[in-house]
């Protein structure tokens, strides 16, 4: 079954204290990215991975980091969260042309 | 200039009833698929439907259409026969292929069906 696993679905931390959201895909899809989605303002794009060790600046990047060591995970970190981080995160897979995003479950953080 | 716009935050509709939402998207990019997701009160984002740029016939799953109006740039989701299960937000996207491979979601539209 195609799967995009994220973890952890919810986390409560305080500011400052580094944290790091893990997304695993089962899907050999070479495309993934992670979302922030806030009231109001839809879905925005954090970082996107078009393979390995390739990562790119989306429209909202301040404040985070990525890494793609491996093809099939992808994970979100946040050296120093602040409470404007504070939102529900979405990883996603995409495999080409005509095909859907898989999304992940999401990871509502809490950032104190 | 926002890459998608949905202008309709919140629409009603009777069960049983067709309901149109509403997208427009701005790009320069001549190769583009258009999308769109449901995201019920659980949280999850279930994709609906696609339609290419190059794409002659509008694309349809089920009770879902998608009237694509490419000269303005229009890529409206219809639901025919609405259920109490359509209630959700609902998103549309686009991914431009030539000009960065980002996505770019709209604000969305809560769509509450009324039996």
């Known amino acids: 079954e195609a799967q995009v696993t994220q973890n952890p679905r919810y986390l409560i931390t305080v500011t400052g204290k580094k944290l790091t959201v893990t997304c695993s895909q089962n899907?050999?899809?070479?495309?993934m990215s992670w979302y922030r989605q806030d009231p109001g303002l839809g879905l925005r794009q954090i970082y996107y991975?078009?393979?390995?060790?390739?990562?790119d600046k989306g429209d909202v990047p301040e404040g985070y980091k990525v890494s793609r060591k491996e093809k099939r995970n992808f994970p979100l970190i946040l050296e120093s969260p602040s409470p404007n981080q504070t939102s529900l995160y979405f990883c996603?897979?995409?495999?080409?042309?005509?095909?859907?995003?898989?999304f992940g479950d999401g990871t509502r953080l809490s950032i104190l | 200039a926002q890459k998608i716009t949905q202008t309709q935050p919140g629409m009603f509709v009777q069960e049983k009833e067709a309901v149109t939402l509403d997208c427009t998207y701005d790009?320069?990019?001549?190769?583009?698929?258009l999308f769109w997701y449901k995201q019920p009160s659980s949280g999850e984002m279930i994709f609906l439907i696609y339609?290419?740029?190059?794409?002659?016939q509008n694309a349809t799953e089920g009770r879902y259409s998608l009237n694509f109006q490419k000269a303005r740039k229009s890529a409206n989701l219809v639901i025919s026969a609405s259920q109490l299960g359509d209630s959700a937000m609902y998103f549309c996207?686009?991914?431009?292929?030539?000009?960065?491979?980002?996505?770019?979601f709209g604000t969305g539209t809560s769509l509450t069906v009324i039996p």
């Open positions: 899907m050999n899809h070479e495309y």
């Open positions: 991975s078009m393979n390995v060790e390739v990562t």
């Open positions: 339609q290419g740029s190059y794409d002659e």
């Open positions: 996603a897979t995409y495999g080409g042309a005509g095909q859907p995003q898989h």
């Open positions: 790009t320069s990019d001549q190769s583009y698929g």
């Open positions: 996207a686009m991914r431009e292929a030539q000009l960065g491979n980002q996505f770019y």
